[in-house]
């Protein structure tokens, strides 16, 4: 059996990333220890009901003690205050990093409350779903998507190593770049996305002329997949909108810049120019499911509905 990359790893943290983790550490054998901290005293039993660690903990404190690796598995706005809280804690050698959406505004949040004796590597999986809390982890989550590690120039490079090796063994891809570009590259591929859906969804249940029970009625496969992101936590997002500003907003710029050409182009009926935008975009789309971060069944893998008799031969969307 192969021996564990580390003795004791803290979570900080129980939802969809840290139970995912924990799960990957306990069925894949990746350290003896697993230290679960977390604030409520609910999750933390319900934690230990699923098995998710090895100890439980409200305090933070006690659980980073020993630890080898610390991971933060917060919203990105609670990061600074909790590496406040476990610093004088953290034994020399020790590995700190995170999982926020946000990289920069962390950095800046956690840096200055880090002894000199812990190595900090800031991490982010780009994985996850509409779902959070300890029950909604799961051993598959990681698989094939892409982990992003933004180690600080002198970070040593042997700890940015331990931590690629932990993530590549939860069946993750690892990339490392800077913080500043990870912001960047987020905010159009994460953060706007992300925003749209919210907006999207607020206007059609805002919409006078037509009811709520009518959007829920009549949704199309469009905006049943942009509830399905506008469903996601509203605290980690309110937080990656908050501290991933700039970038945000930048993209956000190029984007209303775009749509308002696509707007001219539906209104002077320049079928050309949206014939080839769609063109460009359906490329895109088999870009992704060609990289493998994406199916393409149909209706996006989904399970195939209940065939219905009495609806035989009825035209799709």
Not at 139 to 159: C, G, K, M, S, V
Not at 168 to 193: F, W
Not at 214 to 227: H, L, Q
Request: net charge negative; aromatic share 6%; with cysteine.
């Amino acid at each position: 059996m192969t021996a564990p990359l580390f003795e004791k790893v803290a979570l900080i943290g129980i939802g969809l990333i840290g139970s995912s983790i924990a799960i990957n550490i306990r069925d894949r054998g990746l350290a003896r220890e697993v230290a679960v901290a977390t604030r409520r005293e609910a999750t933390l039993r319900r934690a230990e009901e699923l098995r998710l660690g090895t100890s439980f903990h409200l305090d933070p404190a006690e659980a980073v003690r020993d630890a080898d690796l610390v991971i933060l598995c917060l919203p990105v706005g609670s990061c600074g205050a909790a590496a406040a809280a476990i610093a004088p804690h953290l034994k020399p050698g020790a590995i700190v990093s995170d999982v926020g959406s946000v990289k920069g505004a962390v950095v800046d949040q956690m840096r200055p409350h880090l002894p000199a004796h812990v190595h900090f590597v800031p991490g982010h999986p780009i994985a996850g779903t509409e779902q959070s809390g300890p029950d909604a982890g799961f051993l598959e989550l990681f698989e094939n998507r892409w982990t992003i590690l933004t180690p600080l120039p002198d970070t040593d490079e042997a700890a940015t190593e331990r931590l690629r090796a932990l993530w590549l063994a939860t069946g993750a891809m690892v990339e490392v770049m800077t913080p500043e570009h990870h912001d960047l590259v987020l905010a159009i591929v994460s953060h706007v996305p992300h925003l749209i859906a919210y907006n999207i969804v607020g206007t059609a249940a805002d919409l006078e002329t037509v009811t709520q029970s009518e959007v829920i009625k009549f949704s199309a496969s469009g905006f049943r997949d942009f509830t399905r992101i506008a469903a996601s936590d509203p605290t980690m997002w309110r937080d990656i909108f908050l501290t991933n500003r700039d970038a945000v907003l930048e993209m956000l710029a190029r984007f209303s810049e775009d749509l308002a050409s696509l707007q001219r182009a539906i209104r002077w009926g320049d079928g050309d120019a949206l014939f080839d935008l769609f063109t460009r975009t359906r490329a895109i789309r088999r870009s992704i499911v060609q990289a493998g971060q994406d199916t393409e069944e149909a209706n996006f893998g989904r399970l195939k509905p209940r065939r219905d008799p009495w609806n035989e031969g009825a035209p799709g969307e």
